[in-house]
């Protein structure tokens, strides 16, 4: 079967599987928002868990259960709904950016400079780890960022998609996308308890690059800090939307050569021996050439792997849309304790700006919707637009949590597929994760809580 015909199958499967997944995805949603959350007192910290979190455990324990197996289409068309489902989450936060405005003009230069926490969290912590463990030159791609999409294209350019750096991204990938928002909202949460940092440096830090790792840590930061819940979920946004757009230009002149340098500085004693100028070649035994050959067949077998399980499916966009605005609302309505016009005028604002921002990014053709969401969203926000008043009075009744929810809920149905990727990678890819987020985010709060008390 050749790859247009199967691409057009799985467009149409996922057509007529969307009611399907969208009504288990509404029925989890609905119940994790009425359980609501939890807290844990640790003693050094408590820990709040959110009805995103359950949502998104809950998703993927359904996902890979086997008593009735959700199948490998229904899993993409959840994946599908959740790339829809973040420029809603996006539309929503955009509203919080233009109230928020005074605030990030007077953090503008933090704002700035925290970016060297998320740039050199991975690198300095968490690159050391891979090395300590022998995971070998996976090591440079799965450190020198907390590798979202835009990773990919830079490794694969730089090493190629058969290296081992591609791994790295691929592992990295793969584990951020299985345990990142929960591990990020469990940090968060600790952290925020403290009471020892700036609510706006926290935000600050919560923008990781990642929507729904932003939404989970910026979460757990107003828990901790409810009054100031407009001006952390702002400086989140924004924080998270500088990251992705500085994110690409920094991997490729700035990360990646230095995370690339790093590992041969740690590992200098260990590489092989250079043939010294006028000498003769080293020849290579049979065994490592077998070697070689083996491991260049198991890179292909694992992109194979790739290849089939994060197929994407395309669904139409008023089919997306009409369902998560159904979802939004309905988990919107459970938050608020009611159904009111409000909530759906604040869907159909919401609506209207992602429509308006998909259409003006197909334009352009260089700038992605969400740059268009996060701006538009954030004049019309702000005070010197004028119907800004009505406007968000009607957003802000759609709490931010519900969408995250659906969102959340969404990315669990579909993470099934990913679960032997991650078997095949191994367990030292974990704590290799684990630090990465954990520096990432710490590292980026502490520089922004002196840069906010240098600019105040």
């Not at 835009?150 to 058969?162: I, L, T, W």
């Not at 081992?164 to 996308?177: E, K, N, S």
């Not at 050569?257 to 790093?262: I, T």
């Not at 260990?270 to 067949?297: F, I, M, N, Y």
Request: glycine content about 8%.
């Amino acid at each position: 079967m050749s790859t247009s015909t199967e691409t057009a199958r799985r467009d149409v499967a996922g057509t007529r599987l969307t009611l399907p997944i969208a009504a288990l995805a509404f029925v989890i949603a609905l119940a994790v928002q009425f359980i609501g959350q939890a807290k844990i007192d640790l003693g050094i910290g408590a820990i709040i868990i959110f009805p995103m979190v359950w949502g998104l455990i809950l998703g993927l324990l359904v996902s890979i259960q086997k008593f009735k197996p959700l199948g490998l289409d229904l899993q993409r068309v959840a994946a599908a709904l959740v790339g829809v489902a973040v420029l809603l989450l996006v539309a929503r936060l955009a509203f919080n950016i233009g109230p928020s405005l005074p605030s990030l003009l007077k953090a503008g230069p933090a704002l700035l400079l925290q970016e060297v926490g998320h740039l050199l969290g991975t690198i300095v912590l968490a690159l050391p780890l891979a090395v300590l463990l022998r995971m070998g030159k996976a090591t440079v791609g799965a450190t020198f960022s907390l590798d979202r999409e835009p990773s990919f294209a830079m490794v694969s350019e730089k090493y190629g998609p058969d290296s081992d750096q591609y791994r790295g991204v691929l592992a990295m990938y793969v584990f951020g996308t299985l345990f990142g928002a929960v591990f990020i909202t469990l940090l968060t949460s600790l952290v925020a308890n403290w009471k020892i940092f700036d609510p706006l440096a926290l935000a600050m830090g919560a923008g990781v690059g990642s929507g729904s790792m932003m939404a989970a840590s910026a979460a757990s930061i107003i828990a901790a800090y409810p009054g100031d819940q407009e001006a952390i979920l702002g400086m989140a946004a924004v924080s998270n939307l500088i990251t992705t757009i500085l994110g690409v230009y920094v991997g490729i002149y700035s990360a990646l050569p230095v995370a690339d340098r790093f590992y041969k500085f740690l590992t200098r004693n260990k590489e092989p021996q250079r043939v010294a100028a006028g000498a003769a070649p080293v020849t290579r035994s049979t065994a490592e050439l077998e070697r070689d050959e083996l491991q260049a067949e198991e890179n292909r077998r694992f992109r194979e792997e790739v290849a089939k399980s994060s197929a994407a499916m395309k669904l139409p966009l008023w089919l997306s849309l009409s369902v998560l605005t159904v979802l939004g609302i309905g988990t919107a309505a459970v938050a608020a304790k009611s159904l009111s016009l409000s909530i759906v005028a604040g869907y159909g604002i919401m609506l209207a700006l992602v429509l308006v921002s998909i259409f003006l990014a197909k334009i352009t053709k260089k700038i992605s919707a969400i740059v268009f969401i996060t701006t538009i969203g954030a004049y019309i926000s702000s005070p010197w637009f004028f119907g800004s008043g009505v406007l968000n009075e009607a957003v802000k009744t759609v709490d931010f949590l519900s969408i995250a929810t659906v969102m959340l809920t969404l990315a669990g149905l579909s993470l099934g597929k990913d679960i032997p990727l991650l078997r095949n990678i191994g367990w030292k890819i974990v704590p290799v994760g684990l630090v990465a987020i954990t520096a990432s985010f710490l590292l980026s709060t502490v520089i922004a809580e002196f840069a906010l008390g240098l600019w105040h």
